[in-house]
Nanobody, 128 residues
């Protein structure tokens, strides 16, 4: 079983920055991919970014490209989401997620159904 714990959310003004962290633990935790999703009130959970654990390559949702950066610290089993130039529309609960590793190398998954393990979420509120 994998446990994911997010932190770093808060209330900020538009244009500010936040860094979210997600610490992963589990008896034999060796992910191949970790991702960030977000869910605003009344909306579906949507993909934000994902990173390939072994080499750090990443993919982003279009609206966050150039503003958000996903990274990982393999020694700490932690994934980060650096969020700059925040906008009111970034307001949401942010979740990190991962899955059981796949044997084949495939494109980074961007749909919530591709992930099996989820954190409890951390609230990000951006005031305009």
């Amino acid at each position: 079983q994998v446990q994911l714990v997010e932190s770093g959310g808060g209330l900020v003004q538009a244009g500010a920055s936040l860094r979210l962290s997600c610490a992963a633990s589990g008896r034999t935790f060796e992910p191949d991919v970790m991702g960030w999703f977000r869910q605003a009130v009344g909306k579906e959970r949507e993909f934000v970014a994902a990173v390939r654990w072994s080499i750090g390559s990443a993919v982003y949702e279009d609206s966050v490209k150039g503003r958000f950066t996903i990274s990982r610290d393999t020694a700490k089993n932690t994934v980060y989401l650096q969020m700059n130039s925040l906008k009111a529309e970034d307001t949401a609960v942010y979740y990190c997620a991962t899955r059981q590793p796949k044997l084949a190398l495939m494109p980074l998954p961007t749909h919530k159904s591709d992930y099996e393990f989820w954190g409890q979420g951390t609230q990000v509120t951006v005031s305009s």
